[in-house]
């Protein structure tokens, strides 16, 4: 508890004992004539005092400042109204039960604000730099780009950079959600805001702490408060209109009857206090706000950033979703997908292969000597030689092998086998003899499928795919995935213009999100309703162009993000009928005269509670 919250426990404890004292003491039996009349008012009005200070200079300051009405000026003409009409009990007990709901909601704001502040406390304290012989611990914005910094066991990853020397298992969770341990070794990139969990690490630092990867997200969950979503700009405008409009409602309703109809003046007074206190707009001016917080917040603690409430509320509203096909449902690696082999066995092929392309550092070479995965001899490689635009020609153990395109089997006369399956096809032939061909494709990833499907039950009624692949290619990865429509062999421009059709196609409030790597996507994510960025943790590129970034490489992430979204307005609409309805209906029953003024507080500050406590379902 703060010390703020510690001082009015103290006040409303003091408060409410002299309260208890004034109402249930025998004052008339202890005292004689008018002391046993004064005693108690003077007991009632010591814990107005003390209860109601706060309340009474917040008003007095804040009508100096010009801001009028506001809950503290209405608590404040409420409770004075009540001692003018010499209702000394309703004027504390209604302060009392003020206090102690401010109490409370303050309470639940804070703990809401302590949750997001440890789930995003990824700011290390200290660098261990190598500066000569010596180790010096500084403050990680001292350190610069290039200098070699220690990790130990145990500590948070200070700096962004990459591994020089040393193994170990990074904790992640609060960069990408993902509560796997992550292996980590040398020449890996290695990211601020990690927990190194085992292993001494050197690591030398790519960039100034103000460009690593934590300094970004704590910048962006800082910030994101800045951006407000419709609602909450319609509940600020609402609440600017709406006071000023149910304080003059409460003056007339004051003053007309007993003026024009002779009705008794403490009769109306006394509805148009409990009017007053009814209309405190501060169940919506906090507590919409405080969802959208905990939305953004329940978010951060699944790797998924978003740059501000407004970016959530579209995405509730998104019902079209492109995707861009390369390192966004694919791997974006080449990877041996199929070995066909003829006249030899699938490891033979693929050793042959793989022996041939031996000395290429080309991304095809090095796909194929990963499904190797054994280590090659060089000695038994003779003679090796590159044929531009073909593929290469080598000779092992003895034997001529070639490895390559169809241009490369005609060039030597050699019959190869065309092959059913999409991808790059690596034609191998030994001595003259076609050996069979090898399948190298973009892998989907393993949950693409399930995020595609978790999407269409979310409600999304539309999943495109843009791709500058071929369309070959582009439509077996549509039709494994069930998208609804592929665009293929795209230029960046093309991808933009395809977009744009898109939007133009949505109806009424519909939103349309593009999903792409933040890489080579920029122009498509900043132009879209929603820009979201996969994959993104060390990616500048993709934090500055994407409006939500999934620092995890999942699309099942996707779905997450839209199921917070979905939540977090859910839980919007909630408070903000409720709050509307309990309002207009007590405000009803006090111009009647059948409210009192307890409940005009609870439809104040009880409405408030609940509703904040509503919000705050949205951190889980």
Known sequence: MSKSQKRRLRMIIISAVLFVLALVFPFDKVFSGKAAEIIPVIIYLAAYLIIARDVLLKAARNIKNG????????MAIASLGAIALQDYKEAVAVMLFYQVGELFEDYAVGKSRES????????????????????????????????????????????????????????????????????????????????????????RVTKPYGESTVARILELVENASDKKSRSENFITKFAAVYTPVVVICAVLLAIVPPLVFKQPWSVWINRALIFLVVSCPCALVISVPLSFFGGIGGASRKGILVKGSNYLEALANVKT????????????????????????????????????????????????????????????ITANEEISGHGVASTVDGKHVLAGNTKLMESRAIHSHECHMHGTIIHVAVDSLYAGHIVISDTIKPDSAEAISGLKANGIRRTVMLTGDKQAVASEVAEQLRLDECYAELLPQNKVEIVEKLISECSGNEKLAFVGDGINDAPVLTRADVGIAMGAMGSDAAIEAADIVLMNDKPSDIVKALAIANKTLRIVRENIIFAIGVKLLVLALAALGQASMWMAVFADVGVAFLAILNAMRCLR
């Open 321 to 380: 979703i492109v995707f861009d096909k390369t390192g966004t449902l694919t791997n974006g690696t080449f990877t041996v997908t199929a070995v066909h082999p003829d006249l030899i066995s699938e490891a033979e092929l693929l050793e042959y292969a793989a022996f041939a392309e031996a000395f290429s550092s080309h991304p095809i070479a090095q796909s194929i000597k990963n499904a190797y995965a054994k280590e090659i001899d060089l000695s038994r």
């Open 67 to 74: 801001q009028v009405f506001d809950e503290n000026f209405l």
């Open 116 to 203: 997001i502040s440890a789930m995003m406390d990824l700011r290390p304290d200290i660098a261990n730099v190598i500066r000569g012989e010596d180790v010096e611990e500084v403050d990680p914005e001292e350190v610069e780009a290039g200098e070699i910094i220690l990790i130990k066991p145990g500590e948070r990853v200070p700096l962004d950079g990459i591994v020089i020397e040393g193994e170990s298992r990074l904790d992640t969770v609060a960069l990408t959600g993902e509560s796997v341990p992550q292996s980590i070794g040398p020449d890996q990139d290695i990211y601020s805001g990690a927990v190194n969990l085992n292993g001494l690490l050197k690591v």
